[in-house]
């Protein structure tokens, strides 16, 4: 799991996690949320889940997000981060669920 520390609103730090190939996390909830923030105009995605026995919010790419919502409910379904070849060579990755 990647991590980024950030200052959040109220001036506390935060960290953002970010999946990486052969990441397994818990899904906490039904479906990922989607928001919008501050005046950009892109939504932010992400899903709560637990990652080492610790509850987090992942930050989810939009391609993630479409690939969850399109699975249906995920509440308690295991899931890995699978990489797989993209434009140019670049290696992306996605989520799969564990069966």
């Known amino acids: 799991m990647k991590t980024e520390n950030y200052p959040k609103k109220d001036g506390k ?13 818990k899904a906490l ?5 989607e928001a919008s923030l501050g005046k950009s105009k892109y939504p932010s995605y992400s899903i709560k889940a637990i990652w080492n ?3 987090i919010y992942v930050t989810l790419t939009n391609g993630q997000y479409k690939r969850l919502i399109g699975i249906g409910s ?4 295991k899931l890995v981060a ?3 070849p993209g434009p ?5 990755v996605g989520l799969d669920v564990l069966e």
């Open 13 to 25: 730090p935060g960290t953002r996690y970010f999946l990486e190939k052969g990441d397994v996390i």
């Open 29 to 33: 909830v039904a479906t990922p949320r």
């Open 53 to 55: 026995d610790k509850e």
């Open 74 to 77: 995920l509440e308690g379904k």
């Open 82 to 84: 699978i990489g797989y």
């Open 88 to 92: 140019a060579g670049k290696e992306l």
